[in-house]
């Protein structure tokens, strides 16, 4: 099909600041021969069609003239599923495919993706067949991780670490993640990976102040494997800063516009937490959200902190928040209005 002449793949150039590797300090994903920049950027929301192109693109774009190069994708991103991939290739084509061999790319499958029994789960054909058409979408001839999405109980795991290891073989994907795996799943994950000669490189969990179910069980798995994390929602949404601190939600807002948040999480004790983690910021000089990255960040358990944002300010929060190192009496503060070690408010 021709490209139409207001195309912005024919309308736009880029040329990346000089800057990018400056402001974000990388880190090993684990044992292995990748440094990641500590703050990673998530195309999950705000990437779909229902916001405009030109916006999308210049958070991608700042995000990397920030040193933000690990864009994190899923097939089924959007609003509609597939949009945020389409959107990525779009930026791709738009100028910063001539940065492809800076950038570190993922996405996943594991959630429903197309109707049927092959669009869902843990089977080859879909993980397979998933990765072709998020290829197609992205217009790029690889990703650096491919992850299985979550763990799928129907399927056998040997399966599903087969089809990763075989994708890897292909040259397709150069890594394999998983995501949503509980401790013990991703301890034989890593094994049979481990006994077809590929290395896990990645687990994404969720992990933030609201939510520290990882450290129970996963985050000591992952230390004993020598296995990095890439932890999303480390801002809870959005709800670890300060737009819902007064109990309203702003109209431009997640809580907004969102099927995956709204107004019931603000609570009297999600207020309570929040003005207590206010204060605990406003003493160390941090905004909430920048606090918030901060302690994510505080164990290189945590090889990066996978955000979402609205607008490019937001980047900048996380930027400056991957060169703070919180204090321990900072950390100490925290306890009280953070969820308990290994458990949950979200
Ligand atoms: P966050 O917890 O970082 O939430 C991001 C949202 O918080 C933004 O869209 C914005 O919402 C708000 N926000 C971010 N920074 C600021 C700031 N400085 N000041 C004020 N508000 C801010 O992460 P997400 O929940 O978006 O998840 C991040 C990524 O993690 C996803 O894109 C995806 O890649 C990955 N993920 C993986 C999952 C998995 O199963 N593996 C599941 C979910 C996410 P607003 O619209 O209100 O401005």
Partial sequence: ????????????????????????????????????????????????????????????????????????????????????????????????????????????????????????????????????????????????????????????????????????????????????????????????????????????PRYSLFDRTPEAELFPALRGLKVGSAVFSPLAQGLLTGKYIDGDVPADSRAANSHFLNGTALTDSYLERIRGIDRVAKEAGLSIPQLAVAWVLRDPVVTTAIIGASRTGQIDDAVAASQVELADDVIAALEEFAAAPGASVV
């Fill in 1 to 204: 099909m021709p490209i139409a002449a207001d195309d912005p793949r024919l309308t736009h150039a880029y040329e990346a600041a000089s800057t990018r590797y400056t402001d974000v300090p990388f880190q090993r994903a684990g044992a292995s021969g990748i440094p990641l920049p500590k703050v990673s950027l998530g195309l999950w929301q705000n990437f779909g069609r229902d916001r405009s192109f030109d916006s999308q693109r210049e958070i991608v774009l700042h995000a990397f003239d920030r040193g933000v190069v690990h864009i994190g994708l899923a097939n089924n991103y959007g609003p509609p599923y597939g949009s945020a991939e389409s959107t990525f290739g779009a930026v791709l084509d738009s100028g910063l495919a001539r940065y492809r061999d800076e950038l570190f790319v993922t996405t996943k499958a594991g959630y429903d993706m197309w109707p049927g029994p092959f669009g869902d789960g843990g089977s080859r054909k879909y993980l397979t067949r998933s990765l072709e058409q998020s290829l197609q979408r992205m217009n790029t001839d690889y990703v650096d991780v491919f992850y299985s999405h979550r763990p799928d109980p129907e399927t056998p795991l040997e399966e599903t670490v087969t089809a990763l290891v075989d994708i890897v073989r292909s040259g397709k994907a150069l890594y394999v993640g998983i995501s949503n795996y509980p401790a013990e799943l991703a301890r034989q994950a890593y094994e049979l990976l481990a006994g077809q000669g590929v290395k896990l490189l990645l687990h994404q």
